[in-house]
């Protein structure tokens, strides 16, 4: 359908990567660190993790019998290789059952000797000293430096009470009560601010999404298609009331920073959930979201504190970022649903993440 807009997609969500076991020879040593940082204020592995560790553990040490005191799994010429080691990469494994663990606990143990044969290369040939390699590795470091400390104001927070979670629950019904699966399509329309009101009106005037289609072939627009299934908790928060109100057939047209885009809507069905059901998500996101506040509130009070001064060119006040011409033209108008208009190119691709 015409050559790819080169901006992100409006519909386009982000799911949830699982990391490999183990770790890939010869990557720089420094993205194991960056990946320990990235999980350190996450919240506390669940029991099933601590029970798979465990097996593990029991695993190495042979149970109740053996030496009890050795803790190596494996000698790679001068070095150890632990079962802490093997247990801290199983704990950040999402969903591995404590059956699978002995095997998965063998498989992490041979990457980590690859992993241990690479380092022991790289420091022979002095590559821990390369200044790049330092000072990636200072990095890391301080970031998961600060991120111990963000997890120490995060524990701190309490749990949202039975009445807030029940209050959440009765104040989003799109994403409850009146919970729907949306089959969405978009179109990414490269276009000039001066054509927009022709777009906006042409799609006003089409009976079917490819009626329109059709129209930006024959004018040359240049444009991309996408179509996906999502259901309310994976659409934006800040969206999903404009969406819900959509009704089947309804499409939505907004600026993008390459021109326009369009979201149709070509069918949905409800599947509601109910309170019981919805508790825990409602929960954890409230938790998050009391911890995300007390961490900012806490850097703010720790900046007003402290003395901070700028030097050189940072001195000077930033520059205003441009305004993207799409930004500036007539606001987004909805064909036939205005009740779904002002919704975000940006914000349409950001989840709320409660599954």
């Known amino acids: 359908?015409?050559?790819?807009?080169?901006?992100?997609?409006?519909?386009?969500?982000?799911?949830?990567?699982?990391?490999?076991?183990?770790?890939?020879?010869?990557?720089?040593?420094?993205?194991?660190?960056?990946?320990?940082?990235?999980?350190?204020?996450?919240?506390?592995?669940?029991?099933?993790?601590?029970?798979?560790?465990?097996?593990?553990?029991?695993?190495?040490c042979g149970g109740d019998k053996g030496d009890k005191a050795s803790q190596t799994a494996a000698k790679v010429n001068k070095e150890e290789i632990t079962v802490h080691q093997i247990n801290f990469v199983l704990q950040r494994q999402p969903g591995l059952k404590p059956e699978q663990a002995e095997a998965a606990g063998h498989q992490v143990l041979e990457r980590l000797i690859d992993q241990e044969l690479a380092v022991q290369k790289a420091q022979e040939q002095k590559l821990d000293r390369d200044p790049r390699v330092v000072q990636q590795i200072e990095a890391a470091k301080r970031e998961i430096i600060a991120r111990a400390y963000a997890e120490r104001i995060g524990e701190a927070v309490a749990k949202p009470s039975n009445e807030e979670i029940a209050k959440y629950y009765a104040e989003k019904p799109a994403l409850f009560k009146e919970r729907r699966i949306y089959s969405l399509q978009e179109l990414n329309i490269e276009a000039k601010p001066e054509q927009f009101e022709a777009i906006r009106a042409k799609l006003g005037a089409s009976k079917t999404i490819a009626e329109f289609a059709e129209f930006l072939k024959a004018n040359e627009f240049h444009f991309a298609g996408n179509q996906a299934v999502r259901a309310a908790e994976q659409l934006p928060l800040t969206s999903l009331d404009n969406i819900a109100k959509m009704k089947d057939g309804d499409s939505v047209i907004s600026p993008n920073p390459a021109g326009l885009t369009v979201l149709y809507l070509m069918g949905s069905r409800a599947q509601p959930v109910d309170e019981a059901q919805a508790r825990p998500a409602i929960e954890a996101f409230l938790l998050n979201q009391r911890r995300a506040e007390a961490i900012q509130k806490d850097l703010k009070a720790l900046r007003d504190s402290s003395k901070i001064e700028y030097v050189g060119k940072f001195a000077e006040p930033a520059a205003a970022p441009a305004s993207a011409p799409a930004a500036t033209a007539a606001p987004a108008s909805v064909a036939p649903a205005p009740a779904a208009s002002g919704l975000d190119a940006a914000a349409i691709s950001k989840g709320m993440g409660l599954k």
């Open 1 to 60: 359908m015409g050559a790819k807009s080169p901006h992100r997609s409006f519909i386009s969500h982000r799911y949830t990567r699982l990391l490999t076991l183990g770790w890939e020879p010869f990557l720089c040593i420094t993205r194991t660190v960056k990946q320990m940082a990235k999980r350190l204020i996450n919240p506390r592995a669940p029991l099933l993790l601590a029970a798979v560790a465990t097996a593990v553990l029991l695993a190495a």
